[in-house]
């Protein structure tokens, strides 16, 4: 990356450190130059190995900060087991947890997009559809009959939203996104090219190969985000039904029927069969899959590339396939590697 590259983009609107301060809820921890400190103004957001005057970054660790202690007029948040291990240089803000209070800082430094309230002329829009205030929708946009959209919410270009859609207020809909018999909840978010409500992948089991009919729909909680390029099957007589604040990520399946709990993470590339049971709170790691009709707790974590075949109760931390408990996968491999310099030696020893 070139240095041009790697500088931040400035804010649009700056802070002094006493207002990110106070947005933090933080302390500041101050020097000899008290009063300059204070009025210093931070006019953008930086990485650690980035910073330069007027920057605001965060340290997680003592290790890091020796990337900034050459570097005066850095903002920095850092916790307060790391106060003693500061460097002069920095201006520092101590919090309780520097990566959480910088996503705060940053949401007011560089606040999202604003619905413009304009619709581009060329659009297809339903007569019989409701648009709500201050509705954005840019060119290309199918909407059909039926379709209920909520205040100040915005529909990039491309996107097809087809009959008896409803879709709340403060939404984003990515561009090219195709929604069909869905729900969709308040200040949610809808990535580029996601698919929503299609006909699950049911077959019959006649030998013919037929898609099932489906009746059911997709219905997804507040404030949650699906990423880029997933789908999200809808329900063979009931919805496939995503809770609030599930963040998914990119290049995900959610199969029809399946249930997500509020709070869950889901990351890229894992795929969901049908009639699913996921509870609160899970995180489900890179590329998990999970097969039909399996039942999952609450607060579980499921490390990368886990295949989840049978039920799961609360709080486990599994990995493998199939999935167990993370310490047992552990065993497995060391195992299997044992054995495997066990069958080299014998080789040679035959040789």
Known sequence: MSAANAKSKSAKRSLSVVEATQLVSGRLLTGEDKINQEHHQILKAS???????????????????????????????????????????????????????????????????????????????????????????????????????????????????????????????????????????????IGAGVVIGQTGFGLTEDGENHLVTHIGGVSIGDHSYIGPKCSLDRGMLNNTVIGARVMIDSHCNVAHNVTIGDGTIICARTGIAGSVKIGCRNILGPAVKVADHVIIGDDNLFVSLTGVTKQVGNNQVMGGFPAVPVADFRYQVAALRRLVREVKQKAKERV
């Open 47 to 189: 990485s650690l190995d980035h910073a330069e005057a007027g920057c605001v970054c965060f340290a997680n660790k003592a290790k890091a900060l020796s990337q900034i202690s050459e570097v005066s007029g850095v903002v920095c948040l850092i916790s307060e087991d790391l106060e003693k291990e500061a460097p002069p240089g920095p201006i520092y803000i101590v919090v309780d947890h520097p990566k959480n209070r910088f996503s705060a800082l940053l949401a007011v430094m560089y606040p999202p997009e604003g619905s413009t309230g304009q619709i581009h002329p060329m659009v297809d829009i339903s007569p019989e559809a409701k648009l709500g205030k201050n509705v954005q929708i840019d060119s290309f946009v199918h909407i059909g009959h039926g379709v209920v959209i909520g205040d100040n919410t915005i529909i990039k270009s491309g996107v097809v939203i087809a009959d008896e859609v409803v879709i709340g207020h403060d939404t984003m809909i990515m561009a090219n996104a195709n929604i069909m018999n869905a729900s969709i909840g308040n200040h949610v978010v």
